[in-house]
């Protein structure tokens, strides 16, 4: 069965999903949808593209595709996903998959209603080296895990355009970059519920409407606490993007760079797993990252199988983000559940 993928968006993002469609045998990139011809034109040539359509209406209509990875800016999420999802096609929906919580809710409403798969490109979930330590975590390498460290950073570095306009994208580095180190430690815990969130943010190194520097303290249900700094412009960072670590009773493991060191304390010495990662890596975003992604989507389709990266999850990502805003705004810890 060849699935006929559709992608909304023609920018950065877009392409990068583009390459994984055209990876995949068993799917067929049928159209794009991009308002702007001067973005879709040259879109549709480099990607081979047949179809373009200046709204998602329009391919809707001409019963083009099967499925559509949504890779437009934050404020289009919601709308299209649940525009798609009512008109019977799969979503893929890059992260955050939506403004608010409760624009989350509704498109996981949605996909419920309407049977339709419906995914959060919640990345690094599908990277090789997570999911290594993931399973470290899962062979309970590590023990108890009693807190953890991860970045969401951009070094010497920010975006513009939509990204800087709260409106459009809903918040600032937080949004962008914050939630791949939130989603990548819930996933790496197994994915625990949040409890409560404790935030300090701001905004230091731009003229714009939204945060770029942001320290986070998430404490977990099963008693594990997460540190997390996230931010645009930061002269300096720990880690590059999802990287990770987290402090066991039995040991430490990292992502980027992606180790164990198991201590042996009756015999005074500390193994190290060599597991054959190179670090720092040629691309630290992969595009074979991606390709499992999307693979992993289109394998749903087929199987009816709830994703990796479910709406549900997305929805989770989606109320830690806001109660760390609000957090930031009150200087209070926010709870979720009770402790």
Not at 259 to 269: F, G, I, K
Request: one cysteine or more; a negative charge.
């Amino acid at each position: 069965m060849t699935i006929r993928v559709a992608i909304a968006g023609a920018g950065f993002i877009a392409s990068i999903h583009a390459k994984a469609v055209k990876n995949q045998p068993n799917a067929e990139l049928v159209a794009v949808v991009e308002k702007f011809e001067d973005k879709a034109k040259p879109f549709a040539e480099e990607y081979a593209i047949p179809n373009v359509y200046t709204t998602l209406e329009d391919l809707i209509a001409a019963s083009t595709a099967d499925a559509i990875i949504i890779g437009t800016p934050n404020f289009l999420h919601a709308s299209q996903s649940i525009t798609a999802l009512k008109a019977g096609l799969h979503v893929l929906v890059e992260k955050p998959m939506a403004l608010s919580v409760e624009e989350a809710t509704r498109m996981d409403q949605v996909s419920r209603e309407t049977s339709r798969i419906l995914m959060v490109g919640h990345c690094w979930r599908y990277d090789r080296e997570v999911n290594w330590l993931r399973e470290q975590v899962a062979a309970n390498q590590l023990g108890n895990i009693i807190r953890t460290k991860g970045y969401g950073i951009h070094e010497n570095w920010g975006p513009k355009g939509w990204f800087v306009q709260k409106d459009l994208s809903g918040g600032g580095a937080l949004m962008d970059m914050g939630i791949h180190a939130i989603d990548t430690v819930r996933y790496l815990l197994g994915d625990p519920d949040p409890v409560s969130v404790y935030a300090q943010i701001g905004t230091y190194y731009g003229d714009y409407n939204v945060d770029d520097t942001g320290m986070l303290i998430i404490r977990w249900e099963n008693g594990t606490v997460s540190y997390i700094e996230t931010g645009w412009w930061q002269p300096h960072s720990d880690g590059p993007e999802a990287a990770t670590q987290l402090f066991g009773l039995k040991g430490y493991g990292s992502v980027f760079p992606s180790c164990l060191a198991l201590p042996d304390l009756e015999h005074d010495q500390v193994e190290v797993i060599d597991n054959g990662f190179v670090f720092p890596r040629e691309e630290h975003c992969e595009q074979e990252m991606y390709d499992r992604q999307v693979a992993h989507f289109l394998s749903c389709i087929q199987e009816q199988a709830i994703p990796n990266s479910s709406a549900s999850k997305g929805l989770a990502n989606m109320e830690i983000l806001a109660a760390a805003y609000k957090s930031g705004e009150t200087g209070k810890v926010v709870w979720l559940k009770d402790a």
